[in-house]
């Protein structure tokens, strides 16, 4: 399958800070990435300069076959992007911020009612008069009114309700049968662990790891939880021979045992914790 | 598919001077208001002024752009001198203004919306251009309109047109010239505040052009670095071929100045 985003050896360097360390992954057709990371970790970075906002310090980054900076306004066309931060021009109403965001690109008004109205947003209003989580609407109507073949968000969902949550992944499930490619970062990791196919993790401007949800899903890790008659309470994560878990508990008079397997969520958190994996 | 687009730049500006017409409607009126208040009252000021000024200081004078007192019975004289002064409250404005249309896309973010569509760098850095430019000529020509209808009212023969035209364009040329160069600091940076450091360059220019004045020969290159002296209403009604140098001179360092601010604009990262 064709890689849509192909990331080599990408550093951002800001001075003598080092926000992105030479990261390389890439991104095939149809896939849901999700990018996650602490706050600080690098995340923004990486995608700002995936849409021409900033520039590598090194390496390269392609979109569909382009280089996001020589092709940058080229990709414009075959992507969409949408901004952490829904920061738009206060005095003008969504329906003119359309029709702007429309001129320049191959949309039709009629979309951006239809998606407006499956958005429940009032277009009428000006931005100034939108609450946060409507100003994110404004932003998710335009990104889907650009058509791109690459969806490249960042904290798409933050500040929408529940509710418009699940319409968003709706309406991003529906964009990926049609084979489009979603590269999205998240804080939210029970959204990652539902809607995405493979979930790369950074830590302090490095990837640390590419988690392929189906097989994370195929319970390596256990957690375990304990407590012992003379008080001693502990919890950690095990990774390897059951049996060999079992026989080291047994030694031990247990007032209370748990075992399960990690969930997805639970495994992302353990990078944002930093925490260990006992063997 | 990454060529550059007219009708892009176009766009983007009509979008912008909608989003900013009631700063320029603004300024627009008032620097109208202003122009008639004091051009309206060219023939009481006449005799007031004659009376005040006599005993003030000739540096005074100089500083406010009045070198000898036989403008005070021309219209065209009496507007140059309320020109000059006029001239450093509409550079301030289209420098503030130039830098801030830049500075403020990436201050409040909304940059990230912008270069999302699909244009390129270049073209929202000449739409800012153009837009700046748009302003600049609808506030300079609401004064010049100004001061023409009180020219008429009471300019009487001193009143003469084509003289009047002369030094508004060729004086308003300094105020042109700001645009640029706040252009060029917008375009390069916006991590400090370019409109202020603008403007600072804009009354630097002033003073030292009034300090070549003052030191006659010793400080006569001073005068170069001021457009409000090169360009003075006196220097645009003379014309002669020494101001016609020194314009294409300065223009070709606004265009400079211009053309850099959009070469480091599209190859630095935005501020955000």
């Not at chain 2, 006449?46 to 036989?70: C, H, R, T």
């Not at chain 2, 030191?215 to 014309?239: I, R």
Request: hydrophobic share 45%.
């Amino acid at each position: 399958m064709e890689n849509c985003i192909q990331v080599e050896n990408f550093t951002k360097k800001y001075g003598k800070f080092t926000a992105v360390k030479d990261i390389s992954f890439n991104v095939k057709k149809g896939e849901i990435v999700g990018f996650v990371g602490k706050n600080g970790a690098g995340k923004s970075t990486m995608i700002r300069c995936m849409t021409n906002m900033l520039f590598p310090t090194e390496g390269s980054i392609k979109i569909l076959g382009m280089d996001s900076i020589k092709d940058a306004k080229a990709i414009k066309s075959e992507i969409s992007y949408m901004p952490s931060e829904t920061e738009l021009y206060e005095r003008v109403t969504s329906k003119e911020l359309f029709k702007f965001a429309l001129s320049f690109g191959k949309g039709e008004m009629k979309q951006a009612n239809k998606l407006a109205e499956y958005f429940e947003l009032d277009i009428n209003k000006k931005i100034s008069e939108l609450s946060v989580g409507n100003r994110k609407k404004v932003s998710i109507v335009l990104m889907f009114l650009n058509k791109g073949k690459v969806l490249v968000l960042d904290e798409p969902t933050s500040g929408l309700d529940p509710l418009m949550q699940n319409k968003f992944f709706s309406k991003i499930k529906e964009e990926t049968e049609k084979g489009v490619t979603v590269f999205l970062s998240s804080h939210n990791l029970s959204e990652i662990e539902r809607n995405c196919t493979r979930a790369l993790i950074i830590k302090d401007g490095i990837i640390v790891d590419d988690l392929n949800m189906d097989e994370i899903n195929v319970a390596k890790i256990q957690s375990v939880t304990y407590k012992t008659a003379d008080g001693k309470a502990e919890s950690y994560d095990y990774e390897g021979n059951l049996n060999k878990l079992v026989e080291k508990l047994s030694t031990l008079d247990l007032n209370f045992l748990e075992i399960r397997p990690k969930s997805v969520e639970e495994e992302l958190i353990r990078y944002y914790k930093g925490g260990e994996v006992h063997e | 598919m990454n060529k550059f687009s007219a009708k892009n730049v176009i766009k983007l500006s009509r979008f912008d001077l909608k989003n900013n017409r009631r700063l320029i409607v603004g300024w627009m009126v008032s620097v109208f208001a202003i122009t008639f208040l004091y051009m309206i009252l060219f023939s009481s000021m006449k005799e007031m002024a004659l009376a005040e000024w006599d005993s003030m200081p000739v540096e005074i004078l100089e500083f406010m752009g009045i070198k000898s007192f036989s403008i005070m019975n021309d219209y065209n004289g009496y507007f140059g001198m309320m020109y000059n002064l006029l001239l450093i409250a509409i550079s301030i404005f289209t420098v503030t203004f130039s830098a801030g249309i830049i500075f403020k896309e990436e201050k409040s973010k909304t940059i990230e919306f912008l270069y999302s569509l699909h244009l390129s760098r270049m073209e929202i850095y000449f739409s800012k251009v153009l837009t700046a430019v748009v302003a600049f000529l609808m506030v300079l020509l609401s004064l010049i309109a100004s001061a023409a209808i009180c020219g008429f009212l009471n300019g009487g023969d001193t009143f003469i047109l084509s003289d009047f035209f002369q030094i508004s364009f060729v004086s308003g040329f300094i105020a042109f010239f700001f645009t640029g160069v706040a252009l060029f600091l917008g375009g390069i940076t916006t991590r400090i505040s370019v409109g202020m450091v603008s403007a600072m360059v804009v009354v630097a220019s002033y003073l030292l052009g009034y300090l070549g004045e003052l030191l006659k020969y010793k400080g006569n290159f001073l005068l170069y670095l001021s457009p409000f002296q090169l360009f003075s209403p006196t220097n645009a009604l003379d014309m002669s071929s020494e101001t016609v140098i020194h314009l294409v001179i300065y223009t070709a360092v606004m265009i400079a100045l211009v053309a850099f601010g959009a070469i480091v604009y599209k190859r630095r990262d935005f501020n955000i």
